[in-house]
């Protein structure tokens, strides 16, 4: 599924017409997030623009061999010196993931939201969402051949990471024909595809298999045996000598048991906050249960922060999870 070339165009003449751009992510950004902001970058450097690539916190270690990763500040390093009037926010599937990014949109910005998760509610002055897509880079790449601009080496490595990334290595119902078609045409320009399989999809640190062994240790399941979920605090993590990115992945292991349909992973911020994160065989649309907590995704990825105790979070989302099946 691709835009239509009346969004193209209100696009092409957002980025003609202004200049001085900020370019944001999500909090904590995923692979699709990383790429899709630099695939941005690269494409406002083509059209001779000037902007900032920002993120509410650092990127992960292992995207730091995208070229130019090290350019996007890390605001809770290196603040910014003044507000901006002109916003491209990248892969955020509605407002509040900007995070602590919006403090640095002027009161009269204008934001161009580019996405691709269906519960995105069209926050941008001007919205390119194609829930169709994959990947948020698989919009980008489609937006980029319509200009016909030649990509290269660097930028073909950042779209291929970013679909690699969010199909779980072309696994995923996402996978179609034309990601893959997407996929070929990247491989022309020498993207290592088996390298990056093993760097993003097969390595794990050591704290993140001590963190995985704590998780799994106490794995619980539903009476049914269909939802099934592990926790995770601040003990834990310091015990395994994890960091955040250390987390990606591990809800996948619920998820895999043998019956289940819908994995999920409740990792406690604080005293009152949790943040959930869910994965479904496909028979629980797993955005609809984030969404109605105030969160969003897709139909078999998506996720929540809410505010209560762990105990309080469990049970609300595993209530709503069976209600669902």
């Not at 270690?61 to 491209?88: A, E, F």
């Not at 955040?244 to 819908?262: F, K, S, T």
């Amino acid at each position: 599924m691709q835009a239509n070339e009346q969004e193209f165009r209100q696009v092409e003449q957002f980025l003609k017409d202004h200049d001085d751009f900020l370019v944001v992510s999500h909090v904590q950004p995923d692979g699709d997030a990383v790429s899709s902001t630099l695939v941005v970058g690269w494409l406002l450097s083509c059209l001779g623009k000037n902007y900032v690539m920002v993120n509410e916190g650092p990127i992960p270690q292992r995207m730091s061999y995208l070229l130019h990763s090290d350019r996007i500040m890390d605001l809770s390093v290196t603040p910014l010196s003044k507000p901006y009037k002109h916003i491209i926010c990248i892969d955020c599937a509605d407002f509040r993931r900007v995070g602590k990014t919006s403090d640095y949109f002027a009161s009269d910005a204008e934001i161009l939201n580019i996405d691709h998760h269906p519960t995105n509610d069209g926050f941008g002055s001007i919205n390119l969402i194609v829930p169709g897509a994959a990947a948020t880079v698989q919009v980008l790449y489609d937006f980029v051949k319509w200009l016909n601009l030649r990509l290269d080496h660097d930028i073909a490595t950042a779209i291929y990471t970013g679909l690699l990334t969010d199909t779980g290595g072309f696994r995923y119902s996402s996978t179609s024909p034309s990601v893959m078609a997407i996929a070929s045409d990247l491989l022309k320009y020498g993207v290592d595809g088996p390298g990056l399989s093993q760097l993003l999809l097969e390595e794990m640190t050591l704290p993140q298999i001590r963190l995985l062994t704590i998780a799994l240790n106490g794995l619980q399941m539903s009476e049914d045996g269909k939802i099934s979920w592990v926790t995770i605090d601040d003990e834990d993590m310091k015990q395994s000598g994890a960091i955040h990115e250390d987390l990606e992945g591990i809800v996948n292991y619920p998820r895999n048991i043998q019956g289940v349909e819908v994995g999920l992973l409740f990792k406690v911020i604080d005293e009152n906050t949790v943040k959930v994160s869910m994965r479904s065989a496909g028979k629980v649309d797993v955005a609809a249960v984030a969404h109605s907590f105030g969160g969003g995704g897709h139909v078999r990825a998506a996720g929540v922060r809410m505010q209560g105790s762990l105990a309080e979070v469990v049970s609300q989302i595993v209530e709503q999870v069976k209600s669902r099946l």
